[in-house]
């Protein structure tokens, strides 16, 4: 059975670390609406921390870091797994995010994530930090 997870007004770390730990104990999820979750902090803060992000190395030997914002979910959640190991990496292939609901997905019930809810007043979210990092939505 998949999970399907909406992702809309969800903070980007913790719902991470909750699908991270259900990805750990073999459950498959699937996450939509990825450009609605959001990072919390001032909008100045999370641009500088994502821009840093993208800055280190360099463009040939990475790290490299998403500007997509379903790829910026997925890489937030790789970082909570041991994917350098073949359980994180199984793990990790369980995993999909998606842009917006996909056609198949239409009329199905989500589910969201009560603790991961927003409960601050400055957000922003990831569709409009990658619009800022240059992404073409």
Not at 24 to 30: A, H, K, N, Q, Y
Not at 85 to 105: I, N
Not at 106 to 125: D, L, P, S, W, Y
């Amino acid at each position: 059975m998949v999970a399907i997870i909406d992702a809309t007004g969800l903070v980007l770390g913790r719902m991470a670390t909750h699908i991270a730990k259900r990805l750990i104990e073999g459950e498959e999820i699937e996450i939509v609406n990825c450009e609605k979750a959001i990072v919390t902090g001032t909008e100045k803060r999370v641009k500088a921390n994502y821009m840093f992000k993208r800055d280190v190395g360099t463009h040939r030997k990475g790290p490299f870091f998403p500007r997509i914002p379903h790829m910026m979910v997925k890489r937030t959640i790789r970082g909570m797994i041991p994917y350098q190991k073949p359980s994180g990496r199984e793990a990790y292939k369980r995993l999909k995010c998606h842009l917006g609901v996909p056609r198949e997905f239409a009329g199905k019930e989500f589910e969201t994530i009560t603790i991961a809810e927003n409960r601050t007043v400055q957000h922003m979210t990831l569709e409009n930090l990658a619009r800022d990092l240059g992404a073409n939505l």
